[in-house]
């Protein structure tokens, strides 16, 4: 039996092959999801400490009246701050346990389609809610815009992507 791929293959069954495909490919998947959740988790937890270092960049902005100019849609909590952090570390441990990473893998219906949820809630952050957030919103300008638009929504998008993978791989 040859590795090759026939020529006449659509590029779309070979997509499909790719990322439905084996293990060792979900397995590579989950060590980077895991590893974004975790930094993600830290700097959140950094935020709930006390500290300010990019707080500002990851809210978003409402715009402001003439001279005030643009204001934090909302003022987190440390608790909320906390919470969110350790919420994005339960996802990364539930990504290990699909994975194998670290434990035994995990292959009960219902962590997988726990995963396919969160992944929901990914391709719905990388959408947004037409307001302030997502590839969709309508407020722009601001720091926080410019960052959703080039990296939080597509790092969502990717992310969803990347938990269906592990989740159905």
């Known amino acids: 039996v040859s590795d090759e791929i026939p020529a006449k293959i659509p590029r779309a069954t070979i997509l499909f092959r790719i990322f439905s495909g084996g293990t060792a490919m979900s397995f590579v998947v989950a060590r980077?999801?895991?590893?974004?959740f975790t930094c993600i988790s830290m700097v959140h937890l950094y935020w709930a400490a006390g500290g300010k270092l990019g707080s500002?960049?990851?809210?978003?902005?409402?715009?402001g009246e003439f001279a005030t100019g643009p204001r934090p849609a909302f003022k987190p909590s440390a608790l909320g701050?906390?919470?969110?952090?350790?919420?994005?570390?339960?996802?990364?441990?539930?990504?290990?346990?699909?994975?194998?990473?670290?434990?035994?893998?995990?292959?009960?219906?219902a962590l997988q389609w726990g995963i396919s949820a969160i992944a929901v809630v990914m391709f719905a952050r990388a959408i947004g809610d037409s307001e302030l957030v997502g590839f969709f919103k309508k407020v722009g300008g601001s720091r926080f815009a410019r960052l959703d638009t080039y990296f939080y929504s597509p790092l969502c998008?990717?992310?969803?992507?990347?938990?269906?993978?592990?989740?159905w791989g």
């Open 157 to 167: 998008l990717v992310l969803g992507v990347g938990l269906l993978v592990v989740a």
């Open 32 to 36: 980077w999801i895991v590893g974004v």
């Open 56 to 63: 500002l960049a990851a809210i978003p902005q409402l715009p």
């Open 81 to 109: 701050t906390f919470l969110v952090a350790m919420g994005l570390v339960a996802i990364a441990l539930l990504v290990c346990l699909r994975a194998g990473l670290y434990f035994s893998p995990v292959s009960h219906g």
